[in-house]
């Protein structure tokens, strides 16, 4: 019989695909499926990104390009963070990958080995675990906590720290909680990080141009004493509703550009050629359409803030980015991942239990508010029916 490597016992998965899957079952089968499980926006790419894809196929560029990216891409990118971080960032420090896992991936296993420690955030997005313990380190999660609108303490996260740490991942704004780090905490952090020069930072920040109530998008990259151990994480997929076309970037110090490079080389070779002269599309064309998307992401936020706040048993902090609320909802006597499954199969509404994302999301769920308002509706309306009739029987 074959036998994998041990570490593949390691390797965990993302709820949400699950769910979708699932939900798709049940669609087939004639159920009316509301789905606020999935994290992408339910708008199209704009034309203009599209039409630069195929006239890129159309110019014949259809062969290899360099594993970091095309220069213009790089270029373009650069100027897309002086405009929106006010950093002038150099091209060469620009990689250019498949989808923002893939920086990840490339981050955590560079600095992952067994006897390391790598702190991530709790409840967090669910491939940074999962590759930390692939990768052989020890996980360290760092709690976000409700009363602090799922932020954290800089001073705890830094009394984390040990010898052993290599890496800190953040990510603001976050998936699953919707929660932005305040500039005063990161202020403390990055001043208590420089007694720890060992450990690097990976900054996600997929969702830097999704904030809400005049709220400032805080870069990582914008403190210069970080710059020689900053991973910076961003890319197309949320901003542009380009989640299929899988193209993502990173900016990595000096230091660790070739190391980058060397894994993109060996892991997919280069980024398909016609999505990059998409990316340069989105970054130097109109951005009406992320305003207007961004727009419509605050109307739903709303609804369904209000409208989880007005279900016994159910509480809901604002979230001040991303497109998810993520209520406690201890109140209604179902674990999370009990009250997923029964809003589902009962239901019909498609949810994500908050245990998928950590074990700090035990008593919470993550809905996806990148559904129309309509959708939005009627699935609180289901829901509040669902644990209404849940409780009388019970």
């Given amino acids: 019989m074959i036998q994998p490597a041990h570490r593949m016992s390691q390797l965990g998965t993302e709820t949400a695909f699950e769910v979708l899957a699932r939900a798709e079952v049940l669609a087939r089968e004639g159920r009316d499926i509301i789905n606020l499980g999935i994290g992408q926006p339910d708008f199209k790419t704009p034309p203009h990104i599209v039409e630069a894809a195929v006239k890129a196929l ?24 002086e405009q929106y971080r006010g950093v002038a960032v150099s091209p060469d420090r620009i990689v250019v990958v498949p989808g923002g896992k893939v920086t990840m991936f490339f981050a955590i296993m560079m600095f992952g080995e067994p006897e390391a420690e790598i702190l991530y955030p709790n409840p967090g997005f ?48 976050a998936n699953p909680t919707g929660g932005t780090i305040p500039r005063e905490t990161i202020d403390t952090l990055v001043a208590g990080l420089g007694h720890h020069p060992q450990v690097a930072v990976l900054s996600d920040e997929i969702y830097s141009r999704m904030t809400y109530d005049g709220r400032e998008h805080v870069s990582l990259l914008t403190y210069p004493e970080l710059e020689d151990r900053l991973i910076l994480l961003d890319g197309w997929s949320k901003t542009y509703a380009m989640t299929g076309w899988r193209l993502g970037y990173a900016v990595w110090p000096e230091s660790l550009t070739e ?16 999505a990059q002269y998409a990316g340069i599309a989105a970054l130097d064309g109109p ?28 509480s809901c902090r604002t979230p001040g980015g ?33 245990t998928s994302f950590g074990a700090y999301g035990e008593g919470y769920l993550r809905f996806s508010y990148a559904n129309s308002v309509d959708n939005i509706r009627l699935a ?3 829901m509040s029916e669902f644990l209404s009739e849940t409780t009388a029987t019970g």
């Fill in 58 to 81: 159309h110019d014949g560029h259809h062969g290899y390009t360099p594993s970091p990216g095309i220069p213009a891409l790089r270029e373009a990118v650069c100027r897309d963070i």
């Fill in 126 to 173: 669910p491939i940074y675990e999962s590759v930390i313990k692939f990768s052989g380190a020890t996980p360290v999660p760092i709690p976000l906590l409700e009363d602090r609108d799922f932020s954290f303490d800089a001073e705890a996260v830094l009394d984390l720290i040990t010898p052993q740490t290599r890496l800190l991942i953040l990510n603001s704004p």
């Fill in 259 to 274: 190391g980058a490079t060397r894994l993109a080389i060996n892991c997919h070779s280069c980024v398909n050629s016609a």
């Fill in 287 to 314: 951005q009406d359409s992320v305003g207007e998307m961004v727009a419509a992401f605050d109307e739903r936020r709303g609804v369904i803030v209000d409208g989880l706040n007005a279900i016994h048993g159910v």
């Fill in 322 to 354: 991303a497109f998810y609320a993520f209520p406690n909802v201890t109140g209604t006597g179902m674990s999370a991942r009990e009250l997923q499954s029964g809003l589902l199969e009962e239901a019909g509404i498609a949810t994500i239990a908050g």
């Fill in 380 to 382: 609180l309306e289901r």
